[in-house]
T-cell receptor
Framework: TQLLEQSPQFLSIQEGENLTVYCNSSSVFSSLQWYRQEPGEGPVLLVTVVTGGEVKKLKRLTFQFGDARKDSSLHITAAQTGDTGLYLC???????????FGGGTRVLVKP | DTGVSQNPRHKITKRGQNVTFRCDPI?????LYWYRQTLGQGPEFLTY????????KSRLLSDRFSAERPKGSFSTLEIQRTEQGDSAMYLC?????????????FGQGTRLTVV
């Protein structure tokens, strides 16, 4: 049983379309991180959110942390082929503590 | 490059052999984590160190697995008597104690294939 559930598991869209990935849990996290992972590589940190209701923007990516700090979403506007990859959310129960990962969402952006 | 470094990148071994992986964290980071990732899944926590002390071990870490961080800098993960089920990507990450938002940075991983 995964503590963090990501949906959808797979998303295929055309370049220029928008997409949203969800990360849900019944547990409260002190912080939540989003990573992108390319095949054969380690996850690369995109953003960390720590405050309930927080919204962070990174160019075309918008990250939101739920008010109760149990869920998060990642929205990509006008997706590009370079956005293709595995998106992982990961939560920490306390500062400096281990991360619990979701199962990942594989995003394919077609030209 | 001052990121997390892992060696080797790939390892193919025969079932029953022992293997050892190395992780060099970001130099000022005192926390070091090991995760395992199988195909199509998110990483799963194995163990972590604060300086040289191993503070937590997952139940996934059977007695065939041992991790060390002797001087609080680099770490090694050894798997004895490897089994085919050990085939996975082994990821190392590091972070800085006191960072309240727990930003962990990952290495490129070591892909282990047990044949």
């Amino acid at each position: 049983t995964q503590l963090l559930e990501q949906s959808p598991q797979f998303l295929s869209i055309q370049e220029g379309e928008n997409l949203t990935v969800y990360c849900n849990s019944s547990s409260v996290f002190s912080s939540l991180q989003w990573y992108r992972q390319e095949p054969g590589e380690g996850p690369v940190l995109l953003v960390t959110v720590v405050t309930g209701g927080e919204v962070k923007k990174l160019k075309r990516l918008t990250f939101q942390f739920g008010d109760a700090r149990k869920d998060s979403s990642l929205h990509i506007t006008a997706a590009q082929t370079g956005d293709t990859g595995l998106y992982l959310c990961a939560g920490a129960r306390a500062a400096g503590n281990k991360l619990t990962f979701g199962g990942g969402t594989r995003v394919l952006v077609k030209p | 490059d001052t990121g997390v470094s892992q060696n080797p990148r790939h390892k193919i071994t025969k079932r029953g052999q022992n293997v050892t992986f190395r992780c060099d964290p970001i130099s000022e980071h005192n926390r070091l984590y090991w995760y395992r990732q199988t195909l199509g899944q998110g990483p799963e926590f194995l163990t972590y160190f604060q300086n040289e002390a191993q503070l937590e071990k997952s139940r996934l870490l059977s007695d065939r697995f041992s991790a060390e961080r002797p001087k609080g800098s680099f770490s090694t993960l050894e798997i004895q008597r490897t089994e085919q089920g050990d085939s996975a990507m082994y990821l190392c990450a590091s972070s800085l104690e006191g960072q309240w938002d727990t930003e962990a940075f990952f290495g490129q991983g070591t892909r282990l294939t047990v044949v």
